[in-house]
């Protein structure tokens, strides 16, 4: 009887020590490594006995991550507490209201002081209209990758414009005769990944979508010539005619098992080459930056990561502090070593850890530093939609490259004016 008042008391107080902690729903996307994600959860609850935090996975692509998140915001869900948004996201989340901001919770010699720890590209990134919507999560940017072991049977060097890769290409896609390998892969299926891919001719030639003012500047010619090229590398079977249904992680899997040449992929695809169990190709890929064009510069696409709070959390308060964990120098490097993310924090870059199992990333920070940022608008979903729909539409053969930079530039030209 005695054993049994004992168990009740103990089952009573573990009941009320649960009922008295705080609990916190993430929300990631599938590729943005859930495992090592649940892994940096576990350590900080470990250090906050008072806090559970669960994990909730969506969505393969930015894309379909935003699509079910807008429903759930817009409807003013408070299930989910923090959330892992694109470097593109902020302006949106802003305007539409669904970040509670930071700086509530930051005075502003705090802020200034955390914000000049990162990348200054990703302090731009998340403060909107003076605003601290979001901090840094990993850093990204678009590199090429490429199968070291072919480039040296060939005695190729790793290309530095695309001339050279074409030509290294053709090359060994002939000497090889192998119907499973492919020349040059790039992102083309109509998701957030292809607005980059349409954007590097033209940041490469010096355009860009709006000049220094932020007034749109962009082209129909700029916008011909990027789709030309792309459109291009089929025409000249450099890569296959069915590159509008490529999205990024399609490439990623097919050159993982030893399919492609060459890649334009984000950083994360490092960890994968080298250590999926079913990888084809470990110890066979090198990365360098994206090639230059003819007559142009190197030019690589900012990609990236942030946390924000959702602005119709419960728990707010715990969730911004659940955020300066995840934000910091401590997860940068866990998410550097275990995941091959990009570390936001510059002095990372130099780190004996990380560089042990990422050697690559010493010559990434130039990379990362001169990447261009997507535009910045409270609309940028639309501006988004024009460029990725337009491009895989050309690319699937739908419209010429000047049917699809006319649309395009019509479009842009439509939100940037206000209508």
């Given amino acids: 009887m005695k054993k049994l008042f004992w168990l009740l008391v103990a089952v009573l107080v573990f009941s009320t020590a649960l009922a008295q902690q705080t609990r916190l729903r993430v929300f990631v996307g599938g590729q943005q490594r859930p495992d090592v994600m649940r892994k940096i959860f576990d350590l900080y609850q470990s250090r906050n006995p008072g806090v559970r935090v669960d994990l909730e996975v969506g969505g393969a692509t930015s894309d379909q991550q935003q699509q079910y998140l807008t429903t759930v915001l817009a409807s003013r869900d408070p299930s989910i507490d923090v959330i ?143 789709l030309q090229f792309w459109v291009s590398l089929m025409d000249r079977r450099v890569s296959p005619p069915n590159m509008a249904e490529k999205p990024q992680d399609t490439i990623r899997q097919e050159m993982q098992a030893g399919r492609w040449i060459f890649g334009t992929l984000f950083a994360y695809a490092w960890n994968r080459f080298q250590n999926d169990p079913d990888s084809q190709v470990k110890g066979k890929i090198g990365v360098v930056p994206l090639p230059a064009f003819p007559g142009g510069r190197q030019a690589s696409c900012l990609g990236g990561w942030q946390w924000t709070v959702s602005d119709f959390s419960r728990n707010k ?101 206000g209508r």
């Fill in 84 to 226: 892992l948004i694109d470097v593109i996201r902020p302006a949106q989340y802003l305007a539409s209201r669904w970040a509670d901001t930071l700086d509530k919770y930051l005075p502003a010699a705090s802020r200034q002081n955390l914000l000049r720890q990162y990348l200054p590209a990703y302090s731009q990134a998340n403060v909107i209209n003076g605003q601290l919507v979001a901090l840094p999560a990993f850093a990204d940017a678009m590199f090429l990758y490429y199968r070291a072991d072919l480039l040296e049977k060939y005695n190729f060097k790793p290309p530095t414009t695309w001339d050279e890769a074409i030509q290294q290409a053709q090359t060994i896609l002939q000497r090889e005769n192998n119907p499973n390998l492919n020349g040059i892969g790039y992102i083309g299926a109509p998701i957030e990944g292809t607005v980059c891919t349409f954007l590097l001719p033209i940041w490469a030639a010096g355009g860009d979508v709006t000049n220094a003012q932020g007034q749109f500047s962009l082209t129909v010619e700029q916008a011909q010539r990027s």
């Fill in 317 to 417: 308060a715990q969730a911004h502090r659940l955020v300066r964990f995840l934000s910091s120098p401590e997860v940068s490097k866990i998410l550097a070593i275990d995941a091959s993310n990009l570390p936001v924090f510059p002095s990372l870059y130099r780190d004996a850890d990380i560089l042990r199992v990422n050697p690559w990333f010493a010559q990434a920070l130039p990379v990362v530093q001169a990447a261009r940022a997507r535009p910045q608008h409270p609309r940028y979903a639309e501006i988004s939609e024009a460029i990725r729909v337009n491009t895989n539409q050309v690319l699937a053969r739908q419209k010429t490259p000047e049917q699809g930079a006319r649309d395009i530039v019509n479009r842009l030209q439509a939100i940037y004016s």
